[in-house]
T-cell receptor
Framework: KAGVTQTPRYLIKTRGQQVTLSCSPI?????VSWYQQTPGQGLQFLFE???????NKGNFPGRFSGRQFSNSRSEMNVSTLELGDSALYLC?????????????FGSGTRLTVV | DQQVKQNSPSLSVQEGRISILNCDYT??????FLWYKKYPAEGPTFLIS?????DKNEDGRFTVFLNKSAKHLSLHIVPSQPGDSAVYFC??????????FGTGTRLTIIP
């Protein structure tokens, strides 16, 4: 079966712009989580959606937002981009979520802010 | 506030020998522990997990050990193979959807 698909794979944006990243989960998976990976920081949890509802949120400013559609596809938006937002953004899907079990990650979107 | 630490950024091990990766945590509320492996340009791949009611879980060449009193988690790979060369992350959960990851250890297996 198809894995988790993230688009685009690479993105270059200018400071102050906004960006939208997309994640298509594995078919049948209803939980989608987003993580930011930067050098030296590991992966940091952004938020998780289940059945179009945000269930959990990490410690990121309000510039970071997301949503999930009825087909479980999810988007993440970052407004007023800063240089420090340059990172690999990873999406992970799971059947039901919870306890971090059974999450499958996509290959990520590499965002560069210049 | 680094709740999860992997103190060794890198580790080199001879092929066929044992690789031991370590992870320390501070929050005693963590109750589910996972290890992920990551190759360049790919997302992390789940390897093995353990719940807080156990102290050991084995899956083929991979064994995870949990020492709750020391708040220490380790992953043993034996025997190590060249394909094991990757970045390894421990990831901890308090029972909800959020995973708290360590900063990763780059493992290099020397043929």
């Amino acid at each position: 079966k198809a894995g988790v698909t993230q688009t685009p794979r690479y993105l270059i944006k200018t400071r102050g712009q906004q960006v939208t990243l997309s994640c298509s989960p594995i078919s049948g998976h209803r939980s989608v989580s987003w993580y930011q990976q930067t050098p030296g920081q590991g992966l940091q949890f952004l938020f998780e959606y289940f059945s179009e509802t945000q269930r959990n949120k990490g410690n990121f400013p309000g510039r970071f937002s997301g949503r999930q559609f009825s087909n479980s596809r999810s988007e993440m938006n970052v407004s007023t981009l800063e240089l420090g937002d340059s990172a690999l953004y990873l999406c992970a899907s799971s059947l039901l979520g919870g306890q971090g079990y059974g999450y499958t990650f996509g290959s990520g979107t590499r965002l560069t802010v210049v | 506030d680094q709740q999860v630490k992997q103190n060794s950024p890198s580790l080199s091990v001879q092929e066929g020998r044992i690789s031991i990766l370590n992870c320390d945590y501070t929050n005693s509320m963590f109750d589910y522990f996972l290890w992920y492996k990551k190759y360049p340009a790919e997302g992390p791949t789940f390897l093995i997990s353990i719940s807080s009611i156990k102290d050991k879980n084995e899956d083929g060449r991979f064994t995870v050990f949990l020492n709750k009193s020391a708040k220490h988690l380790s992953l043993h790979i034996v025997p190590s193979q060249p394909g094991d060369s990757a970045v390894y992350f421990c990831a901890l959960s308090t029972g909800n959807e959020k995973l708290t990851f360590g900063t990763g250890t780059r493992l290099t297996i020397i043929p």
